[in-house]
């Protein structure tokens, strides 16, 4: 009854009518905030002194980034940027994004770039670090095109953790984190978006020879053994 999301020839066959149109959003997004389009240089990101090394963290909900990306950056000194958490803030803060936030949350759909890689941007620019581990992030090929425009650091890694659909909905079903998208059916729609908007990603990266695909099926610590030689190398 559960589809299974795990080769990657599942992914290059996955959602390509949607792709032009992703893109396309993604355009459009930037074209209205552009007046922020500033390099990474101007806005602080890069410099003469300052070159931050970016890896990226996907897969789909419940697969286990944020418990492996506690450890990754524990073991390898990295800052733990999730793009989820940091949205999660906002709503708790009760920023000016909150509601959208919170609505976009709720239905399991992808919160705009403009306010995604906004936050992102000013994370990165105020951390006292250079090295740093973005879970959850680019999500679509809107994210992934508007932070090259905003952001535009070429990241080194990205991760996959890769699952069957039944055992991600068991995980999130079983986590009590008291997360409002943690039920049967937001966690459908986040896996229909995940299969839409986030495969592509995936795939993109793939092409470009920056994947690694994680098994994510075992214990935190066999999940962890198979993570480890992509950051000792
Ligand atoms: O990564 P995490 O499962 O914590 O994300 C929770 C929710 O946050 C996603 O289902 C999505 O609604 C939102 N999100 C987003 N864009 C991102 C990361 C998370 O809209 N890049
Ligand atoms: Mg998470």
């Not at 209205?32 to 390099?39: P, V």
């Not at 950056?73 to 940091?86: I, K, N, P, Q, R």
């Not at 986040?190 to 020879?209: M, T």
Request: glycine share 6%; with cysteine; hydrophobic share 35%.
């Amino acid at each position: 009854m559960w589809r299974r999301v795990s080769s990657l020839s599942n992914i290059i066959s996955v959602a390509k009518p949607s792709l032009l149109y992703q893109v396309a959003h993604g355009l459009h997004i930037l074209k209205a905030f552009s007046t922020e389009a500033l390099n990474p240089a101007e806005a602080g990101i890069l410099s003469k002194t300052r070159s931050p090394t970016i890896n990226f963290v996907l897969g789909g909900p419940g697969v286990g980034k944020g418990t492996q990306c506690t450890r990754i950056a524990e073991t390898y000194g990295f800052t733990h940027l999730s793009v989820g958490d940091m949205l999660r803030k906002e709503i708790s803060s009760n920023s000016e994004y909150g509601d959208m936030i919170l609505e976009t949350i709720t239905k399991g759909k992808i919160v705009s770039s403009e306010v995604t890689v906004k936050l992102l941007k000013s994370a990165i620019a105020s951390s006292e670090t250079d090295r740093f581990l973005i879970d959850g992030f680019p999500r679509s090929e809107e994210n992934r095109v508007a932070y090259e425009q905003i952001i535009g650091i070429e990241p080194e890694v990205v991760l996959f953790f890769e699952c069957n659909e039944e055992e991600m909905m068991k995980r999130v079903l079983h986590r009590n984190q008291g997360r409002v998208d943690d039920n049967i059916i937001t966690t459908k729609e986040r896996l229909r978006v995940f299969e839409a908007y986030s495969l592509p990603v995936i795939r993109y990266y793939s092409q470009k020879g920056k994947l690694h695909k994680i098994n994510a099926i075992g214990t935190e610590d066999e999940i962890f053994e198979r993570v480890r030689p992509i950051f000792d190398a």
